[in-house]
Nanobody, 126 residues
Framework: VQVVESGGGLVQPGGSLRLSCAAS????????IAWFRQAPGKEREGVSC????????YYPNSVKGRFTISRDNARKTVFLQMNSLKPEDTAIYYC????????????????????WGQGTQVTVSS
């Protein structure tokens, strides 16, 4: 089981980026996928998740209305569309997979996720 992130980079405040999480070694549709981020000197936090089965999603208030998670099971990829980016969104972004079906805020609990990628850097700066 492997997940690999891509799509990070440098963007100006107010800009957009789309991150991708490519899955291999497992059937993506059976897994819930979450995106987490970790900024320097801060704890890792969950920023979105999409549950297996019904594709329900969850976002914390810090990104709600700006970030959108989606999945394409045929392409074995999960996307995180990030709009209206702010300097405080600067972090390493990780995707993670879990063979569970959590909903609501439970969906971004790190302890549920067994498989993690190496991360992709997102820098929001002028």
């Amino acid at each position: 089981v492997q997940v690999v992130e891509s799509g990070g980079g440098l963007v100006q405040p107010g800009g957009s980026l789309r991150l991708s999480c490519a899955a291999s070694g497992f059937t993506l549709g059976y897994f819930s996928i979450a995106w987490f981020r970790q900024a320097p000197g801060k704890e890792r936090e969950g920023v979105s998740c999409i549950s297996s089965g019904d594709d329900s999603t969850y976002y914390p208030n810090s990104v709600k209305g700006r970030f959108t998670i989606s999945r394409d099971n045929a392409r074995k990829t999960v996307f995180l569309q990030m709009n209206s980016l702010k300097p405080e969104d600067t972090a390493i972004y990780y995707c993670a997979a879990a063979l569970t079906n959590p909903h609501g805020s439970t969906c971004i609990h790190e302890r549920l996720y067994d498989y993690w990628g190496q991360g992709t850097q997102v820098t929001v700066s002028s």
